[in-house]
């Protein structure tokens, strides 16, 4: 009998992991249960609207939900339409693809005033997702500051300095474009609490910064280390070496009159949120290695101005059910992606917020091995005609693979000219898109 397979999520490690089965030998029924409409996660909702070279990997997902043993149920929501363990009783093999999509808090005095957002949070607004789209940042302030040293701090850093004309081969939505493009913004400082050898930036990110059109970037304080580490393995040092090139380079580049500066504060610890019930600065220490490698403060205190701060220090897992949790890296607890027998977990759910896109190959790939070890003798569970019959009778309409594409395509329609897509960025908009008579569940 065929192994029904449930995957929660419909971003990029949901699919990687229906890749993986799709080519085991298993016989298999797979369903992607995606609490909005629309699929691709990350993809379309995360990436920077301006990096559509890295969304072109929707083509190779849009092939594997287009195969005849994958279903899309999307507007179907785990928790809140179903249960977990509803979900297990009607699949042999339940995982976990969730991601991570709540921030992690700063951990400082003050940082519940207003106009203090969480990078997860800030890039849905900016990316059109549904959750966020009402977030409206207050971006009239001459000043603003993002704490975090990986590219998502950098995404956001360009998003907000980048010129209309930079963005127009983007998908960034009609309300952030409104708002960037009336930004009073002049200084954006990208604060960390290392230095520039330290930073996690990816190279192709960074050497973006030093290529904007009316922004200059510049390090406070100026200097920039020699050569990277000695204690570094070889790959990691090559990165590392580019980066250092780069932030040369950075430095090397003329003013031109540039109307946006862009400083990155490295050796700065967050210390306390100062303002009124906004933001209005933020109190740093400086810090520094010390001869065993540990970060230590020097007993400079500096404040740095800022009417805007967002925090891109990392996400976490949702809680779910009882699920067993770690909290240090913000994901479930697993062996080997195996939460226990017939559920699994796989993306940032299972490894915290790390990686790139394709590195949630091999966690599909691991926990497809157990789903052939552990079902290979055949399923006993029916799978998406029970998941169908439980939703229409609770009333809850989902949306098909059929009906995805007519809100995509309506998207691609309504795209100004040389834009990708104008997004839908209310689920109520999305679901008005698909004619009445294909509607599953509520009407």
């Known amino acids: 009998m065929t192994v029904t397979v449930a995957i929660v999520g419909a971003g990029p490690a949901g699919f990687y992991t229906a890749e993986s089965l799709l080519r085991s030998a298993l016989d298999v029924r797979i369903d992607l249960i995606e609490r909005l409409p629309t699929p691709f996660g990350l993809v379309r909702s995360g990436v920077a609207p301006d990096h559509q070279h890295t969304k072109r990997v929707e083509r190779a997902f849009t092939r594997t939900a287009e195969h ?210 906004r933001v209005e600065a933020v109190r740093i220490a400086h810090t520094r290695l010390d001869e065993a490698g540990r970060l230590v403060d020097t007993g400079e205190v500096e404040e740095v101005p800022c009417g805007l701060l967002v925090a891109a220090i990392g996400y976490q897992a949702p809680p779910l059910a009882d699920l067993l949790f770690d909290r240090s890296g913000g994901h479930y607890k697993h062996e080997d992606g195996r939460i226990v027998s017939g559920l699994y977990c796989v993306g940032w759910c299972r490894r915290g917020p790390s990686g790139t896109i394709g590195t949630n190959k091999a966690d599909g790939a691991d926990v497809a091995r157990h789903i052939v070890e552990e079902h290979g003798a055949g399923g006993r569970k029916s799978g998406g005609p029970a998941l169908e019959a439980l939703l229409a009778e609770r009333g809850i309409r989902w949306i098909d693979a059929e009906e995805w594409e007519a809100i995509n395509q309506a998207e691609r329609d309504a795209a100004p000219d040389g834009a990708p897509r104008k997004k839908f960025v209310r689920v109520k908009d999305m679901l008005a898109v698909v004619p009445k008579e294909r509607r599953h569940g509520a009407a």
């Open 68 to 277: 005849p043993d994958v279903h899309f149920y999307g507007h179907v929501a785990l928790g809140e339409d179903l249960t977990l363990d509803e979900l297990r009783g009607l699949y042999d093999a339940v995982v976990l693809a969730v991601g991570a999509p709540h921030d992690r808090r700063l951990g400082i005095p003050g940082e519940d005033k207003a106009n203090i957002f969480g990078a997860s949070a800030f890039v849905g607004w900016y990316n059109g997702h549904p959750d966020h789209v009402s977030l409206n940042p207050a971006l009239d302030g001459e000043s603003a500051a993002v704490i975090g040293n990986g590219n998502v701090a950098l995404d956001i850093a360009r998003v907000l300095v980048k010129t209309a004309e930079e963005m127009e081969h983007s998908d960034l939505p009609e309300h952030a474009a409104r708002a960037i493009g009336k930004a009073a913004l002049r200084d954006l400082h990208i604060l960390g609490r290392r230095g520039p050898a330290q930073a996690k930036f990816s190279n192709p990110e960074l050497t973006e910064m030093t290529t904007l059109a009316d922004a200059l970037c510049r390090l406070a304080p100026p200097e920039v280390p020699e050569a990277a580490p000695n204690d570094l393995d070889e790959r990691t040092k090559r990165v590392v070496e580019r980066n250092l090139a780069t932030f040369r380079t950075m430095m090397e580049r003329p003013d031109q009159g540039e109307r946006r500066r862009v400083q990155f504060r490295f050796w700065s610890r967050p210390l306390e949120i100062l303002g009124g019930e």
